[in-house]
T-cell receptor, first 110, second 115 residues
Framework: DAKTTQPNSMESNEEEPVHLPCNHSTISGTDYIHWYRQLPSQGPEYVIHGLTSNVNNRMASLAIAEDRKSSTLILHRATLRDAAVYYCIITGAGSYQLTFGKGTKLSVIP | DTAVSQTPKYLVTQMGNDKSIKCEQNLGHDTMYWYKQDSKKFLKIMFSYNNKELIINETVPNRFSPKSPDKAHLNLHINSLELGDSAVYFC??????????????FGQGTRLTVV
């Protein structure tokens, strides 16, 4: 699975948009880009995933660069409940594992 | 209904004991996992089972033995517990296909403390 690089931490004000970046320059053509988050004292939680096109769901949007070597998770209005560690994970379609890195710890300021 | 449930939530035990953690998923997924999160919060896969067959065993000591009685259950048995086994253990499940990769659902974790 391709390696990912994320900032260790980010801060956001409540109710403002947050852009969480991820670099994955060694991604292959059939690899998926996944985002998970882990709230304090909870298990990881799926956020969104995509292959080539930008994706939207009720939780977030995923913007994928044209060359697919980077992506950005967009939270449109950060709430206190969004404070978590966000993991960007690259995996093949038939892969039997998610390889977690260190992720980005997002703090939301009231 | 909880999608992936694991028991117990907390487990405190002495060194040398044998303990089990149970996991059940009601999502109809064919693949289940065990992950370990250490004190530095690093999440690492331990095992992956697909249709009751072991697919991934990531350099885990053989004191750890997963058991999958059916597709909906993946239990983790640990023999001769050591201090270094203290961690939070997460069970997860997903549906894995050759052309798709669906989201994985994680349990709430079992915090194991070995004293």
């Amino acid at each position: 699975d391709a390696k990912t690089t994320q900032p260790n931490s980010m801060e956001s004000n409540e109710e403002e948009p947050v852009h969480l970046p991820c670099n994955h320059s060694t991604i292959s053509g059939t690899d998926y880009i996944h985002w998970y988050r882990q709230l304090p004292s909870q298990g990881p939680e799926y956020v969104i995933h995509g292959l080539t096109s930008n994706v939207n769901n009720r939780m977030a949007s995923l913007a994928i660069a044209e060359d697919r070597k980077s992506s950005t998770l967009i939270l449109h209005r950060a709430t206190l409940r969004d404070a978590a560690v966000y993991y960007c994970i690259i995996t093949g379609a038939g892969s039997y594992q998610l390889t977690f890195g260190k992720g980005t710890k997002l703090s939301v300021i009231p | 209904d909880t999608a992936v449930s694991q028991t117990p939530k907390y487990l405190v035990t002495q060194m040398g004991n044998d303990k089990s953690i149970k996991c059940e998923q009601n999502l109809g997924h064919d693949t289940m996992y065990w992950y370990k999160q250490d004190s530095k919060k690093f999440l690492k896969i331990m095992f992956s089972y697909n249709n009751k067959e072991l697919i991934i065993n990531e350099t885990v000591p053989n004191r750890f033995s997963p058991k999958s009685p059916d597709k909906a259950h993946l239990n983790l048995h640990i023999n001769s517990l050591e201090l270094g086994d203290s961690a939070v253990y997460f069970c997860a499940s997903s549906q894995v296909g050759s052309r798709v990769h669906t989201e994985a659902f994680f349990g709430q974790g079992t915090r194991l403390t070995v004293v």
